[in-house]
């Protein structure tokens, strides 16, 4: 019993997301934080559609950009005060 093409693919994305949210914690630029979340929210909605639930893939993908967009807002107007 070996494993399949789509099993490599499935832990290869697994170990994105490993690195993506230890990336996360050690990055000081909250600017490259929020897109390397960006590229988490991705990475996770692709594994919920490569489990067939495609009802959980939207869900994350919409709740992900939403809150990408938010916190890219947020620092943009943040920084500019700060400037």
Do not use: C
Not at 19 to 31: N, Q
């Amino acid at each position: 019993m070996g494993l399949t093409l789509a099993d490599y693919g499935t832990m290869a994305m697994l170990f994105m997301l490993i690195v993506a949210s230890l990336a996360m914690y050690f990055i000081r630029d909250l600017m490259h934080a929020v897109i390397v979340y960006g590229a988490y929210t991705l990475v996770m909605a692709l594994i919920w559609l490569q489990m067939n639930t495609p009802d959980l893939a939207i869900t994350e993908a919409a709740a992900g950009i939403g809150m990408t967009v938010m916190m890219m807002v947020v620092i943009y107007r943040t920084s500019r005060k700060e400037e």
